[in-house]
């Protein structure tokens, strides 16, 4: 079974130019995250969707940053204009389900992260 | 807000030897603790995970401890091989979804 894939892997773009990352989930998996990892730093939750809809989008800077999941399944994150402090790595992760609660949470799968660099 | 505090930020050993990352979490109501393993290039992979009504894991050399009282877990992996050099991270999830996770620890083995 084919696991979360994005693209691209690595971008290097100038300041102020636009940038866009694709994922594309595990299939069957209704969950999708978004995350920013800094250098040294954990994953930190940019967006999450419950199939099409955006559920917890607090932490998204949207002035700049935007995402969407047409259909429920791929998802793409665009930053425009991308800035010096963007460089990162965005990681997107899927799970099979996290409605409700109680203690039956789905395992994270992670892709393998696309890393931009902001010159 | 939520917080998880991880440590130490590296670790050296030496193969054979035991490896202990230390975690602890802000919100009580945390009910899910996975620990991740972040290969360089790669994105952080789930190897061990402990819910809030259990009070240890183990599976083969790796083993996971809670103490929901003092809000703090733990991962220990046993009998270290120069594979197990990597970041790890654990995790706290509160209602199934929401994640927060360490600032990571890296784990070099040395042979």
């Known amino acids: 079974e084919a696991g979360v894939v994005q693209s691209p892997r690595y971008k290097i773009i100038e300041k102020k130019q636009p940038v866009a990352f694709w994922c594309n989930p595990i299939?069957?998996?209704?969950?999708l995250y978004w995350y920013l990892q800094n250098l040294g730093q954990g994953p930190e939750l940019l967006i999450r969707?419950?199939?099409?809809?955006?559920?917890?989008d607090s932490q998204l800077p949207k002035d700049r940053f935007s995402a969407e999941r047409l259909k429920g399944v791929d998802s793409t994150l665009k930053i425009q204009p991308a800035e010096l402090g963007d460089s990162a790595v965005y990681l997107c992760?899927?799970?099979?389900?996290?409605?409700?609660?109680?203690?039956?949470?789905?395992?994270?799968?992670f892709g393998e992260g696309s890393r931009l660099t902001v010159l | 807000g939520e917080n998880v505090e991880q440590h130490p930020s590296t670790l050296s050993v030496q193969e054979g030897d035991s490896a202990v990352i230390k975690c602890t979490y802000s919100?009580?109501?945390?009910?899910?603790f996975p620990w991740y393993k972040q290969e360089l290039g790669k994105g952080p992979q789930l190897i061990i995970d402990i819910r809030s009504n259990v009070g240890e894991k183990k599976d083969q050399r790796i083993a996971v401890t809670l103490n929901k009282t003092a809000k703090h877990f733990s991962l220990h992996i046993t009998e270290t091989q120069p594979e197990d050099s990597a970041v790890y991270f654990c995790a706290a999830s509160i209602r199934t979804y929401k994640y927060i996770f360490g600032t990571g620890t890296r784990l070099k083995v040395l042979a």
């Open positions: 919100d009580s109501a945390s009910n899910y």
């Open positions: 992760a899927s799970s099979s389900s996290s409605l409700g609660g109680g203690l039956d949470t789905g395992e994270l799968f």
């Open positions: 969707y419950e199939n099409e809809e955006a559920v917890d």
């Open positions: 299939s069957g998996h209704n969950t």
